[in-house]
């Protein structure tokens, strides 16, 4: 299996102890859980109209992430309203 840098450096780092678990984790998996659950319900519709350019931008990314494009139009929103988003330069 090949692996990229970071995922090299994240088993580096794994086996060589710096990774201590937390106390609780069970209680802290249910935590977690529940921050995801609610973070990811979907209980309202939107309407929105863009550009047909940048609908096939985003299709073309979800693609690439194999994401339907709702779902990545959805998570940049998030990631935006949460101040999550990290601006990058354009392809």
């Known amino acids: 299996m090949k692996l990229d840098k970071d ?4 088993i580096e780092s794994i086996e ?3 990774w201590q678990s937390v ?3 069970d209680d802290e998996i249910k935590t977690h859980k529940e921050y995801a659950r609610n973070t990811l319900r979907k209980n309202q519709r939107v309407n929105l109209r863009i ?3 940048d609908l096939e931008d ?3 990314l979800a ?7 709702q779902t990545l139009m959805s998570s940049i929103l998030h990631k935006y309203v949460s101040g999550k988003l ?3 330069r354009a392809r």
């Open 16 to 18: 060589s102890g710096k």
């Open 23 to 25: 106390r609780n984790l």
């Open 63 to 69: 693609a690439e992430e194999g994401l339907p494009y």
């Open 7 to 10: 995922e090299k450096e994240l």
């Open 51 to 53: 550009s047909s350019k």
């Open 86 to 88: 990290v601006e990058r």
């Open 58 to 60: 985003i299709q073309s």
